[in-house]
């Protein structure tokens, strides 16, 4: 069964979500791949229709949620606030200590919904502003710049960020994935399962690359100042982010539609410098590894998504909860895998030398 959640073939560079290729996927809704995931199918157009209405009826966060939120400072990563956060909103779940499947796809619909509202509230609110409630007519993506921004995105905008939680959504058994399902293992609750995930997600050597990618594409400013800066990173054996993975040994089909979706919001919004700025960073890494090591390193998931979030003004401490949003559905359908299997996952440790 958890083989079918996700198929990569890391030579070939292909990405499959129970068998749809993401390629396909991509144009979907992020429910309706959301829906896939922990199901097991797409679902048809009520399925849809009832499964968002859910969604969107699930998004407020209460105010004793908002209290915590409103402790937070912007000079942290909005991933220490929302690990905590999503800790303590599982105290006023009904359904927290109910394992039965119908309580768990309960609690699965509240995580998905509340965790963009407790990341909008918290970046709202540590930039001095007031946060925004949701708005329930919108797409999960387009609601989410909303409660963030305050005004409705672009049509564009709101199709990229929709694309970026579907390509986000689910990677087989990752670093943070795999500390879900430890956790689902001991069968400790679902809120748990995805702290674990969160605070995984959070190192700059998984999710939390993409933070640092936007920090150092903002440092070189400009494609001119791109391959010496790169030159100088490598000569010191510093390690780029956004490039390397340990599955693909190809460019990863995420990193190619990330880099289409970022070439689109530069065209469209007339300013194609940190585009370039990124293709120059692209191609001096890839022409040095080849050189170095014999064998070409690509961008992975986290250098081009980075640079759409430089072109809809998001700041770099969002950026791997942004992640979060997305990567919630896989850690709930491996969870949920888990559970069923009722077997803990208990390695050796000299296994830890092959890792
Ligand atoms: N910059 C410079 N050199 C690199 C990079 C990089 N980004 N990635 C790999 N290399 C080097 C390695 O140091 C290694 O050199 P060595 O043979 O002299 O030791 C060589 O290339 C081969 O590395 P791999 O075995 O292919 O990489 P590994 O599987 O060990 O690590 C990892 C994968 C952790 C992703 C690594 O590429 C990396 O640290 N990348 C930067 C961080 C990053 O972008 N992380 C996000 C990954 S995607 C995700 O988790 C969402």
Redo the contacts with the bound molecule.
């Keep these: 069964m958890s083989k079918n959640i996700c198929f990569i073939d890391g030579l070939e560079g292909i990405l499959k979500y129970r068998e749809i290729d993401i390629n396909q996927l991509v144009d979907l809704s992020y429910d309706a791949v959301s829906y896939l995931l922990i199901q097991g199918e797409l679902p048809g157009d009520k399925e849809l229709a009832e499964y968002s209405a859910r969604l969107q009826g699930e998004r407020e966060i209460n105010r004793e949620v908002m209290d915590v939120i409103r402790m937070y400072k912007l000079n942290i990563d909005a991933m220490e606030a929302l690990r905590t956060v999503v800790s303590f909103i599982s105290q006023f779940d009904p359904d927290l200590n109910d394992s039965s499947t119908e309580a768990n796809m309960r609690k699965s619909i509240r995580l998905i919904a509340k965790i963009p509202t407790i990341i909008a509230a918290y970046y709202r609110v540590a930039s001095g502003k007031e946060p925004v409630p949701p708005d329930r007519s919108l797409s999960h993506g387009a609601n989410f710049l909303y409660m963030i921004r305050g005004s409705k995105p672009s049509k564009l905008e709101a199709e990229v960020i929709e694309k970026d939680f579907i390509l986000s959504a689910e ?1 087989e058994l ?2 943070s994935t795999f500390s879900s399902r430890v956790t689902a293992s001991t069968l400790a609750d679902l809120y748990s399962a995805v702290v674990s995930g969160l605070c995984t997600l959070k190192g ?4 939390g ?1 993409r933070a640092e990618v936007m920090t150092m594409i903002q440092e070189i400013a400009c494609p001119e100042n791109a391959e010496k800066y790169i030159l100088e990173k ?1 000569g010191k054996k ?9 599955v693909y040994k190809t460019y990863d089909p995420r990193g190619t539609l990330f880099k289409q979706l970022s070439k689109q919001l530069a065209e469209a919004k007339g300013d194609m410098h940190w585009y370039e700025t990124a293709e120059v960073i692209e191609n001096t ?1 890839v022409r040095e ?1 080849v050189e170095k ?1 014999g064998k070409p ?1 690509y961008p ?4 081009y998504s980075a640079v759409i979030y430089m072109y809809m003004d998001i700041p770099p401490q969002l950026a791997t909860s942004i ?1 979060a949003i997305g990567r919630v559905s896989g850690w709930i359908a491996h969870s949920f895998d888990q559970y069923e299997k009722k077997k803990i996952i208990r390695p050796r440790a000299f296994m830890l030398d092959e890792c």
């Design positions: 990677h990752n670093a700059p050597l998984h999710g690359a490598m510093e390690k780029i982010m956004g490039f390397g993975h340990r890494v590894l090591k390193i992975n998931v986290d250098f992640f």
